[in-house]
């Protein structure tokens, strides 16, 4: 639990996800970049075109979170994130739609305890 999601928490999700584990998370739109300070960029593959169909483990995680399944982790869908971890007593900063340190060190702690 570090605040930075790289390819072992990618893995972790994946894992718990039940999705394909690689480490990355694929076809993530640039533009989504501004809403995820605190991803490293060599676990999150982003395009400017062709990414189509987003990632099954986001899909998953959007399902989890109750949001649209579309596989592409924006503002929306970490706004979802924040509410879930919230709810579940991991989270205690604001729903503001940015996946930083905070969201994401509970995201790994919430992870962990389905390890």
């Not at 959007?62 to 709810?87: P, Y």
Request: aromatic share 10%; glycine share 10%; hydrophobic share 30%.
């Amino acid at each position: 639990v570090d605040g930075s999601w790289g390819k072992d928490s990618t893995r972790k999700t994946q894992k718990v996800m039940g999705t394909y584990v690689d480490g990355i998370v694929s076809n993530q739109p640039s533009v989504n970049k501004s809403y995820l300070p605190a991803v490293l960029t060599n676990s999150w593959e982003f395009k400017d075109k062709d990414y189509k169909g987003g990632s099954s483990m986001i899909k998953a995680v959007q399902k989890l979170v109750g949001v649209e399944d579309d596989g592409w982790c924006g503002k929306n869908t970490v706004k979802a994130i924040q509410r879930f971890l919230k709810n579940k007593g991991f989270y205690t900063g604001l729903i503001n739609g940015k996946m930083n340190k905070s969201t994401v060190k509970a995201w790994q702690s919430y992870i962990n305890s389905r390890l």
